[in-house]
């Protein structure tokens, strides 16, 4: 998984699946930042960012599926609303349930690279000499990290948690900006027993504080459970949906998320959505079943 891995090919692939996801290139564009993210002007200019990390070759791509989750929605809300305040996402929390919907449920799962490792070992001839397995399994592995965006899914929502508290420790007791990167590095040692070298890796490693985007943080957790409990509706109601994902039929998809969540934009609210799509109130027992489920096998926990 380290090695050099050439970066035009990199952006190729990344262009790639974009495109299978149905993202439109006629009314959106991929550019490349230090944080990967999406704007959506209105749903025919919806343009999105990546970074290529050249010792790293899904990187940059899950970065890319994560911010396509983020288009096909703006780019996929109704045109009458366009021009209107409705013409958005419904909530951060729903939006961050179709980027990691894109990103997790799709992208890092089994079904999906059995359709795409070949793509991918084609565009790197020599460099991927391990069965789609190999590949999976170490997409997947679990372990500490520093760095937020490159978590695994299961230690992800402890990056949430250490940003969330803090978010409270600075508007509810008063914790000052100089003391922050102490603060972060406690928390990081005590969740996830790592801790940064530096504020690059740790405390400034996002951009939502510097933009004044406090409370986001926490919508990342609340997209994991919406996008576990959509996509355990949508395994029902979509008939074979896995063996969709692994012919690489991805449109069907993106057409149920259009009818069901996207072209509403802010018309219904998020608590409207996930009801009406699900049938049910959020609830977090469909994550720690996926979670359960999809470690359990990686890991052979039996
Ligand atoms: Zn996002």
Redesign the pocket.
């Known amino acids: 998984m380290r090695q050099s891995f050439d970066k035009d090919a990199q952006k190729a692939f990344s262009l790639f699946i974009l495109k299978e996801m149905g993202y439109d290139f006629s009314a959106g564009r991929l550019d490349e930042s230090v944080h990967p993210f999406?704007i959506g002007l209105s749903p025919g200019d919806v343009r999105i960012t990546t970074r290529y990390l050249p010792d790293d070759v899904t990187s940059a791509l899950f970065g890319t599926i994560?911010?396509g989750g983020?288009a096909l929605y703006e780019q996929n809300i109704d045109p009458e609303l366009a021009g209107t305040p409705l013409c958005t996402g419904t909530s951060m929390g729903i939006?961050?349930s179709q980027?990691?919907f894109w990103e997790n449920v799709i992208g890092r799962s089994r079904p999906f690279w059995e359709r795409y490792y070949g793509e991918l070992q084609r565009r790197f001839p020599g460099q991927l000499d391990v069965p789609v397995e190999d590949f999976y399994r170490a997409i997947n592995v679990v372990r500490p990290s520093l760095i937020r965006i490159e978590a695994d899914e299961l230690t992800y929502n402890l990056h949430i948690i250490i940003r969330y508290e803090m978010e409270k420790q600075i508007f509810n007791e008063g914790l000052k900006a100089a003391d922050l990167p102490e603060a972060w590095n406690a928390k990081y040692r005590e969740y996830l027993g790592v801790a940064p070298d530096n504020d690059a890796e740790g405390v400034l490693q996002d951009v939502h504080w510097s933009g004044g985007s406090f409370g986001y943080f926490p919508s990342?957790s609340l997209g994991n459970m919406y996008a576990a409990q959509i996509a355990d509706t949508m395994e029902r109601e979509l008939n074979g949906m896995w063996e969709l994902v692994g012919r690489g039929e991805l449109l069907p998809i993106k057409e149920w998320l259009t009818e069901r969540i996207y072209r509403h934009g802010k018309l219904l609210e998020p608590s409207e959505i996930i009801e009406r799509v699900t049938g049910k109130p959020l609830d977090p027992d469909y994550l720690v079943q996926y979670l359960r489920r999809k470690y359990s096998d990686i890991y052979r926990l039996g």
């Open positions: 999406a994560h911010e983020h939006h961050e980027s990691r990342y």
